[in-house]
């Protein structure tokens, strides 16, 4: 659009007196001055354009209630932008802003402001007076105040750390790691200035405090927190949860020996991986007599990531006989990168007086110094700690969430039988934990331990604690449980290392395999975690009765035997650790349900360590179908997709393959990697073609929008009751097909409403007309009752619970509501016609109990309010003419254009909010403890999310 056009547009739209105005996607640079004569604008969409500055009179915009300029170039803001004092939505998404102008503060009526991947480093003080803000996005930014432990618990935790920031925190974490017997303890006591003394192994992690003189800033000190891990190999795992980010780490090693290159590479490669934005020194120890050669330049060029400083290598020697030297210099060098921003970006940051109050009633607490110390407290006795410290009641949450991730306490508010159990000396946990995983009888049984053996080795020391730190090891996905009625306990980084025959039972012309590649040494108990994670699914045949398993590896299965035959699938799941690699073979009628599935289970493995990134590799299959040798990246495949290939050559088998039939069916295809534009356009084409369920087009298998998945799920419901009403009749193939499509529409339902300031609801929802005599009648829509009922969604038993609410459909919700609500009751109805389906393929005994007079006349009455909605919705058009045009104050009529936050699937999203408006508005009490009747909130071991009954809940957390 060039000059002319646009002032053309703003004459035109100043003149006839329009509310809306869309200039996005018009490759527009700047502004001109007139748009401030648009004083009736109430939404301005200005996105994908290629703005770098804006006019002043943007401010003349008074009646504006939402700006959208995401995806242009700016880098600043008028000052002007604080005089929109009716605006709510404020967007800036994909911009190059480096500050935000003070006025914007002024903005007391904005509820959204989102300014995601921009270049922000801090923000106004300001901006905490927007009191009726409920949703500001940050993510993408590098932003130090607040640092991202804060903002990452949301806009509540960011205003209220804004607050109050008054004071500066001089803290900060050195964490010293390496093997058994290398010198640690003894180095981390040269670097306090103590003398040297000969050391017995650390048990599990000892924390001591430096405190020093800050080198720049007089009168102040500066507070070093030095972390001694043990070295035994065994326990890195459960350390693992200890290695924060931004935090200055030694490795150590003994340099008299024989420079050990893979050992030190491990090391970097489990920092890189759950640290990646830390900084590490590496130390050389007992090097009076002899100094070690090491390859410093291989190191700088293969990790130089994370070996940031110059130098980064230092010799010592703490020895009575010869003395100690290179201390004083380490000492130096340590001081001035705990000093130095770059390399410690907390250091010296501002830190709520409030917060500082807490932290040192914690440490005063825990100082083992102090009469009555005390290694951990109840949460009860936290918050009393908060309440004296003057935190809000309704920030307590929100606040332990903060000290546990700074490393102040460690907790874990996430487990139920361990939430009063808050623990202020980390080590203290870890050498209990310590005695168990060392001990010799635990490796001779390879891993298996009673209830009783694990007693006799707390008690002694730890009397009455069992089933805390039984419950913590199985916290660190240490253990698990065998369902023998509570006595016994398996650990796998304990099992053996003979890899047991594989009893398969399904075909092998039914087989697909997925591998995923590591680019670094993965840490640790990456197989110990996966099998903890998965062990609910372990076959248990003959004389594997407790499983079949190894250190390595794992055979799974899921799914049941009929009467027809199996609609069992199994998973081969082994961990190569020279190859770093790990391989997951799947035989099954539909190998992508149990694929997929998995996947869930391994990428909630690698997302506790930050830097860990593997790449997905798909098996090659020949033309028959049958498992080739060659195997094809996710990278490789989506490349050849995006232009136009459908054909990838496979070096390996010496033959051709369609590039989609490698991904046949395997929903999360491209969630790690990039998509380019031009396969979201291949896919989004496709996916307008119309095709029967059981010949789908390929790209619906694939796309993980809510729309197709819907579609999938609808389809496959229809064609299982077109194929047969016996429900041991339906083919195994199909049966899988629905487990996938229901798993992701519950998945992507969930996720739909992951937003600060939101609060998630069930994913399935029934809404039946209460029939007093009156009938469906359009033209009665507000008088008539309704009665809404909410499922649990148990994956072995969905079922209805005892959260009934009867209601009239509000007026005002229903008019915000029109432009969405056909999707909506359409989504609540494909899910409730689903889950019948799903639940009898999982069980068919459970087939009658769904088939009840409830659901059926919920999909009647959903089937109406759709086709409601869609009447009143033409109705709508007719009288005010194009839907983008609509005044939203005269009509009260709004369709709020979330795309600018979310991209894709914009309806469905906005879908989940008005559905969470209708709750709220209903059951407001419910809402605000997000809790509904006795269902709750579970995070599943796959990192998805699922709402329980409490039968189900207690029976979840009994096996995890």
């Not at 130098?311 to 006989?321: A, D, I, L, V």
């Not at 076959?539 to 899921?558: A, D, H, M, Q, R």
């Not at 969630?671 to 979201?680: A, Q």
């Not at 991209?903 to 209903?922: H, I, M, N, P, S």
Request: net charge neutral; hydrophobic share 35%; proline share 5%.
């Amino acid at each position: 659009m060039n000059e002319n056009e646009l002032l053309n547009r703003i004459y035109w739209c100043s003149k006839s007196g329009k509310t809306i105005l869309d200039l996005r996607g018009n490759q527009l640079t700047t502004l001109p001055p007139q748009i401030g004569n648009l004083s009736k604008l109430i939404e301005l969409d200005l996105s994908r354009n290629q703005i770098t500055t804006l006019p002043a009179e943007i401010g003349n915009l008074s009646n504006l209630r939402e700006l959208d300029l995401s995806g242009n170039q700016l880098t600043t803001l008028p000052p002007e932008i604080g005089n929109l004092l009716k605006l709510q939505k404020l967007y800036f998404i994909r911009n190059k802003l480096t500050t935000l102008p003070t006025q914007i503060g002024n903005l007391s009526n904005l509820q959204t402001l989102l300014l995601r991947d921009n270049q922000l480093t801090t923000l106004p003080s300001e901006i905490v007076n927007l009191s009726n803000l409920l949703w500001l996005d940050l993510k993408d930014n590098p932003l130090k105040i607040p640092p991202p432990e804060i903002f990452n618990q949301g806009t509540k935790a960011i205003l209220s750390y804004l607050r109050e920031v008054k004071a500066r925190r001089y803290k900060a974490k050195l964490l010293i790691l390496g093997d058994g017997g290398e010198g640690k303890t003894c180095l981390s006591r040269a670097i306090r200035g103590l003398p040297f003394t000969t050391q017995n192994s650390t048990k599990g992690v000892d924390v001591e405090s430096w405190e020093f003189p800050h080198p720049a800033i007089p009168d102040e000190k500066v507070t070093l927190n030095i972390w001694d891990f043990e070295g035994q190999e065994i326990n890195h795992q459960s350390h693992q949860f200890f290695l924060t980010n931004r935090s200055l780490y030694i490795v150590v090693f003994k340099g008299r020996k024989q420079f050990d290159y893979g050992r030190i590479e491990y090391w970097l490669d489990t920092i890189r991986t759950r640290a990646p934005q830390s900084t590490v020194i590496i130390v050389a120890t007992e090097c009076g007599k002899a100094t070690p050669s090491i390859p410093l330049d291989r190191l700088k060029a293969q990790h130089g990531d994370i070996l940031k400083t110059f130098p980064f290598y230092f010799t010592t020697e703490c020895n009575k006989s010869i003395g100690i030297t290179g201390i004083p210099e380490l000492q130096n060098f340590i001081r001035e990168c705990i000093t130095n921003k770059d390399i410690m970006p907390l250091m010296g940051e501002p830190w709520p007086q409030s917060y500082d109050k807490v932290e040192k009633a914690i440490q005063e607490m825990s100082d083992h110094n102090t009469l009555g110390s005390k290694s951990h407290i109840t949460r009860t006795e936290l918050h009393d700690i908060y309440k004296r410290k003057k935190i809000s009641e309704e920030d307590y949450g929100m606040v332990s969430y903060i000290m546990g991730d700074m490393g102040i306490i460690t907790h874990f508010p996430d487990c139920a039988d361990l939430y009063e159990f808050v623990v202020l000396k980390p080590h203290w946990l870890t050498k209990a934990i310590s005695n168990v995983m060392e001990h010799k009888e635990l490796e001779v049984n390879k891993g298996e331990c009673t209830y009783q053996w694990l007693r006799s080795i707390w008690e002694k020391d730890y009397p009455g604690l069992f089933h805390i730190f039984h419950n913590a090891m199985k916290e660190f996905e240490l253990c698990y449980d065998l369902d023998n009625a509570g006595r016994t306990t398996l650990v796998p980084l304990r099992f053996g290392y003979e890899k047991p025959d594989i009893p398969w039972r399904n075909p092998k012309k039914q087989e697909r395999t997925i591998q995923y590649r590591f680019d670094v040494t993965p840490p640790a108990g990456i197989m110990s975690r996966f099998i903890v994670k998965t062990h609910h699914m372990i076959v248990k045949l003959g004389n594997k009765s407790k499983g079949i398993y190894w250190y390595n590896g794992v055979f799974l299965e899921t799914g049941m035997l009929t009467g027809n035959g199996s609609i069992r699938s199994e998973a081969l799941c082994e961990f190569d650790k020279e190859a770093r690699t790990l391989n997951i073979t799947v035989r099954a009628a539909f190998p992508q349900n149990m694929i997929e599935q998995l996947n869930g289970f391994s990428q909630a493995v690698f997302s506790f360590f930050e830097g860990l990134k593997p790449k997905r590799y798909y098996g090659c299959v020949k033309e028959d179908g049958s498992q080739c040798s060659g195997f094809h990246s996710e990278e490789d495949i989506m490349f050849n997709l995006s232009k136009g290939v459908p054909e990838i050559l496979c070096s390996q088998g010496l033959h051709g393959i369609a590039a989609l039939k490698l991904i046949t069916g395997i929903t999360s295809f491209a969630d790690s990697v990039s998509v380019k534009d031009e396969l979201k356009q291949l896919f989004r084409e496709q996916l307008d073609r119309q095709t029967p369920v059981l010949s789908m087009d390929i790209s619906k298998d694939i796309s993980r929008d809510l729309s197709s998945v819907i579609a999938r799920v609808e389809t496959l419901s229809d064609e299982i009751f077109r194929i047969t009403q016996d429900i041991n009749r339906i083919p195994a193939d199909v049966s899988q097909k629905v487990q996938l499509a229901f798993r992701d529409y519950l998945n992507l339902f969930d996720d739909m409403l992951e937003i600060t300031g939101f609060t998630p609801i069930p994913s399935l929802i029934s809404i039946i007309h209460v029939n007093d005599g009156s009938l469906l009648n359009i033209n009665n829509l507000f008088q008539i009752e309704f009665s809404l009922t909410l499922y649990c969604e148990h994956e072995k038993g969905i079922h209805t619970t005892d959260y009934h609410l009867e209601f009239k459909i509000p007026r005002a919700w229903w008019r915000k509501t029109l432009p969405v609500a056909g999707k909506l009751f359409d989504m609540l109805r494909v899910g409730l016609k689903a889950a019948p389906y799903v639940v009898a393929l999982v069980d068919p005994t459970l087939w009658e109990g769904m088939q009840t007079p409830e659901i059926k006349g919920a999909l009647f009455t959903m089937d109406t309010l759709l086709k409601w909605s869609n009447i009143e919705k033409s109705k709508a058009l007719e009288n005010l003419g194009d839907m983008s045009e609509i005044n939203v104050t005269a009509n009260d009529f709004t369709y709020d254009m979330r795309s600018k936050a979310f991209g894709e699937d914009t309806e469905f999203r906005q879908v989940r909010l008005q559905l969470a408006d209708l709750l709220k508005e209903l059951d407001p009490a419910s809402y605000k403890v997000r809790k509904w009747g006795e269902l709750e909130r579970l995070k599943m071991k796959d990192n998805s999310y699922r709402w329980l009954c409490k039968k189900h809940a207690d029976e979840y957390r009994k096996l995890f």
